[in-house]
């Protein structure tokens, strides 16, 4: 009788450790793959939704701010170097902020992220690449799948520490509670150079075989960041600024994307001003909007004119640059940010004090 109990103690503990097992694997693979915000309390958040920018990453100043290089002013202006890319993503952690993707921030609803956290969206401009090996990268690449970066005349040529969506991608898989839901940035390129690196419109002016063979792979780099999260607009085609140009002159912009560079990252609704240079009330915008853009990104720490506020069939949304200029001038306004200061790359040709010449 003794015997039996102790056999049927047993396996009453065995289906117990049975079941905790079962269930640890149960609740483990239900948890596979989800994001931190998957997993976290979400709380609603009532303030300003903070958007910031960069434009391809100068990674050797070397090259870049060389006097031999005539578009040095252009790169110590508007562009932020790799390292301070990466120490800006460091100390955007650091004050509390998580990405969140554009649609859900300009979707008219508070946005709920990790309790305590407050939301950013960041988004990268022009996205063409070097051409003439001035300290920029060659291209975005796939490499064992996964996003890199290469450069020709770089060792290594492959790397994920050159530019900004490759410098994000290792940044969030160390801190992958620094991306809400998943989110990324958004990507707002060109057209006249290609996108990406890729010399895939006629404007590259290469062979049509190597346009055709550009773009197809272009194409792959592009699916493989949709699938990350990452969101494409349109930058303009020819990066013209809204003030020079024509009516005339915008409609052939629209429809040269829409040929050329659509049919490769696929339909966006956003448009992102060159230099953020606008006039939202104004017969050419409307062109614009006639190609189906209705989300147009703008440039200042502005909320938006009483027109573009009122604007029923359109959204305009402000964005902080994050470049050499707003790292020397605009230190306070950006505390609540990033210390710019703390960031700053002192390989820089200029600096941290200087101040003038950026508006000649």
Not at 29 to 45: I, M, P, Q, R, V
Not at 119 to 127: C, K, Q
Not at 250 to 263: H, N, T, V
Not at 305 to 333: C, H, I, M, N, V
Request: hydrophobic content about 35%; aromatic content about 14%; glycine content about 6%.
């Amino acid at each position: 009788m003794y015997n039996k109990i102790c056999i049927y103690k047993r396996r009453i503990f065995a289906a117990v450790i049975f079941a905790i097992i079962a269930a640890c694997f149960i609740l483990g693979f239900g948890l596979a793959g989800k994001t931190f915000a998957d997993t976290t309390e979400l709380a609603e958040y009532g303030g300003k939704v903070e958007h910031i920018f960069t434009h391809e990453l100068v990674f050797d100043t070397t090259k870049a701010y060389s006097p031999n290089n005539p578009v040095r002013d252009c790169f110590d202006k508007d562009h932020l170097t790799a390292k301070e890319f990466k120490a800006l993503l460091g100390e955007l952690y650091k004050n509390g902020y998580v990405l969140v993707s554009l649609e859900s921030a300009m979707s008219g609803d508070k946005i709920a992220v990790p309790s305590g956290k407050k939301p950013l969206v960041m988004s990268f401009d022009d996205m063409t690449y070097d051409t003439f090996n001035r300290g920029c990268i060659d291209k975005i690449i796939l490499s064992d799948g996964k996003i890199c970066d290469y450069t020709k005349n770089a060792e290594p040529q492959i790397s994920r520490e050159r530019e900004n969506v490759t410098i994000l991608e290792s940044f969030i898989e160390e801190h992958p509670d620094f991306s809400c839901g998943g989110a990324r940035a958004t990507l707002c390129v060109n057209g006249y150079n290609g996108i990406l690196g890729y010399r895939c419109t006629p404007d590259c002016k290469v062979s049509e075989k190597r346009q055709a063979e550009e773009m197809e792979e272009c194409k792959k780099v592009v699916t493989a960041l949709k699938e990350l999260g990452y969101t494409f607009a349109s930058h303009t085609y020819y990066h013209k600024y809204f003030n020079s140009c024509t009516a005339n002159m915008i409609e052939k912009d629209c429809a040269k994307w829409q040929k050329y560079i659509q049919p490769i990252v696929g339909e966006t609704r956003v448009l992102c001003y060159p230099a953020g240079e606008h006039k939202a009330k104004n017969a050419k915008n409307n062109i614009f909007k006639k190609y189906g853009f209705n989300v147009f990104l703008c440039v200042g720490n502005f909320a938006g004119t009483d027109y573009e506020r009122a604007s029923a069939d359109a959204k305009y949304l402000y964005r902080l640059p994050f470049d050499g200029t707003a790292l020397r001038l605009y230190q306070k306004s950006y505390a609540h940010l990033a210390d710019t200061r703390a960031i700053y790359d002192e390989t820089r040709f200029r600096p941290f004090s200087y101040k003038g010449g950026y508006y000649k």
